[in-house]
């Protein structure tokens, strides 16, 4: 029997056959005052917080300043702290909400370091669970998102 690497994931078909928006979605998405359209959680003067649409791990949260900066250097004194808020402020949310057992916290600079939007210096929060490496990203090289953005978006909120 040949082994298949499908998995049933139909709420992806309106990324494959949506409009693409060229430019940043960090600009775009803080600017159109829609927060719950673009799932951002928090916002604050300098910075907010939103959930990555494609995450690595359930409650993957990507927190950025407004300003289209790239370069950690580049942060203001405000925006540094206020960065470190909305981290701490996250990941305390989090561990209300879903009760993860650790956190990676992370920043790639530049697209070398693998950052997706490497015009715009974001910060990644990811949940993590004991055992949630398990068989499926080895085996299957697929990785499973047990909760939808909206459900977890609306548990976030509240």
Same mark, same amino acid.
């Given at each position: ?14 990324? +494959? ?29 300098? @910075? ?10 359930? *409650?993957? @949260?990507? +927190?950025?300043?407004?300003?289209? +900066? ?36 992370? @920043?790639? @600079? ?8 490497? *015009? ?23 990785? +499973? ?14």
């Amino acid at each position: 029997m040949k082994k298949s690497n499908n998995l049933w994931a139909p709420w992806r078909i309106g990324y +494959i056959q949506g409009q693409k928006t060229p430019g940043c979605i960090f600009c775009q998405k803080h600017k159109q005052k829609q927060d719950s359209r673009n799932y951002i959680i928090q916002r604050k003067e300098h @910075v907010f917080s939103m959930l990555n649409l494609y995450p690595y791990n359930n *409650g993957h @949260v990507l +927190i950025a300043p407004y300003r289209h +900066i790239a370069r950690l250097e580049k942060l203001t004194k405000n925006e540094q702290g206020q960065i470190w808020e909305l981290l701490s402020e996250t990941t305390e949310r989090l561990q209300k909400t879903i009760k993860p057992q650790g956190f990676n916290i992370g @920043v790639n @600079v530049g697209k070398v370091a693998g950052a997706g939007f490497a *015009g715009h210096l974001h910060f990644h929060v990811v949940p993590r669970w004991n055992a949630d490496t398990n068989f499926m990203p080895i085996l299957a090289g697929t990785k +499973i998102i047990s909760q939808s953005l909206d459900a977890l978006y609306h548990l976030l909120r509240t």
